[in-house]
């Protein structure tokens, strides 16, 4: 079931949302959690209903280790240090996500050094599996640092399920989710949140299936059907991608960010004009705001972050985007894209240490730039597809100007990127009520005009990109 579908849009949510209130208006608290926690895994099963025992048993085994870790727990007396439960917690949840995602991966390296025929596994990666494992690691180091105290198996399958952030995040703690869930105040249907979430709602729906599907079909172009690219084509299929990802993923945060608030649960933000930053840091302040947080406070600073001189410094950085890059996807591309990730934030920690500063727009045109070319690793399904782009990018012996319907569409999603208010922004503008009413409705109804179009031609609606991580 899809934020971009029908199905959710006119059926779960708005029965989701009517039922969920009506248990707490009735003062049913613990059947409103139970019911909500239900949803959620039922909206989770919708896809294939194998996934439902890997998502249980995980959520099972994390609660259990999170209590042991905790100082409050009942069960003080054990034969195992906490930290030794830590890392028995964080290599099980590594594991069952190393055996799912990287198991082919493994083996075909093997096979190739090795010159050996071990036949692949082929396994289904679980849907959003990178998503709560990471999730409930941050919870079992929470657990460990004494920040966390959850003795309720409901509460924290609530915290893990929450359809809104189940899928592809925003990756959320369990600290700044749970008091949300437990205020009285939040019990209660709140006609400003939910005229509010309707309306991010709908720009994130415009976002998935007027921008980023559309620009969908000219990255496929480019990078999967062609097998020449002269230079503008290039350049149009790899803006193409640039601009697919980020609308795609930040029109999905749009709409769990949305979804969450008809409940009264405010998700943090994971988008911030990540392509109006003139750093490569800057960028990553701004780009899933919540994975950079995930990999600075659970990798970067339990390396030794900045504090032990600044060449283990530069190794930390390096090695946190790489283990990013892994994350991402089982494969040398993802691997090399976070390797230049990596590098970039050396660089750039360098350069700044030296002193030197670049002008605004020039530092823009870099980091922009650069960014775009290592999404091209990150796109490209293998090293030759990358490299197809890359070079006929930079193919200056082939070059056809021409000015369509592509090149107009990138000029106008410049401005809107890189001079336009973003969605967190737009929401605090002091809109009157009608004029809430009015863009909500013209948003939602362009877009299920588009979603209409879309099904008509290809019999289904596209998935978020960010699920196949």
Known sequence: ??????????????????????????????????????????????????????????????????????????????????????????????????????????????????????????????????????????????????????????????????????????????????????????????????????????IGLFKKVVIADTFAVWATEGFDVATTLNLVEAWSSSLSYTFQLYFDFSGYTDMAIGAALLFNIKLPINFNSPYQATSIQDFWRRWHMTLSRFLKDYIYIPLGGNRKGELRTYTNLLTTFIIGGIWHGAGWTFIFWGFLHGMALVINRAWSKLGFKLWSWFAWFLTFNFVNIAWIFFRAKEWDDAIKVLTAMFNFSDIKLTVDTIEIAYIALFLVVIFFKNSNEIIKIKFSKSTILFITTFLFVLSLLQLTNIMVQADKVSEFLYFNF
């Open 1 to 202: 079931m899809l934020f971009n579908s029908y199905t959710f849009i006119f059926v779960f949510l708005p029965i989701t949302f009517f039922i969920y209130f009506y248990l707490n208006q009735k003062r049913l608290t613990e059947a409103s959690k139970g019911f909500l926690v239900f949803s959620s895994l039922f909206f989770y099963s919708w896809w294939n209903i194998a996934y439902l025992p890997i998502i249980l048993s995980s959520m099972l085994f994390n609660y259990i280790l999170g209590n042991s870790l905790n100082s409050n727990s009942k069960n003080k007396r054990s034969r195992f240090s906490k930290k030794s439960l830590l890392i028995f917690g964080i290599v099980s949840n590594l594991a069952l996500l190393g055996y799912f995602k990287y198991s082919d991966f493994f083996i075909e390296n093997f096979n190739l050094v090795f010159s050996s025929d071990v036949p692949l596994l082929h396994l289904a990666l679980p849907l959003a599996i990178s998503f709560f494992t990471f999730q409930q690691i941050s919870y079992l180091v929470d657990s460990y640092r004494k920040e966390t105290k959850e003795y309720d198996f409901l509460n924290y399958a609530l915290f893990v399920t929450f359809f809104p952030q189940l899928i592809a995040g925003p990756i959320v703690h369990h600290k700044e989710m749970m008091p949300q869930f437990a205020k009285t105040k939040n019990k209660i249907k709140n006609h400003k949140n939910i005229a509010l979430g309707l309306f991010i709602f709908s």
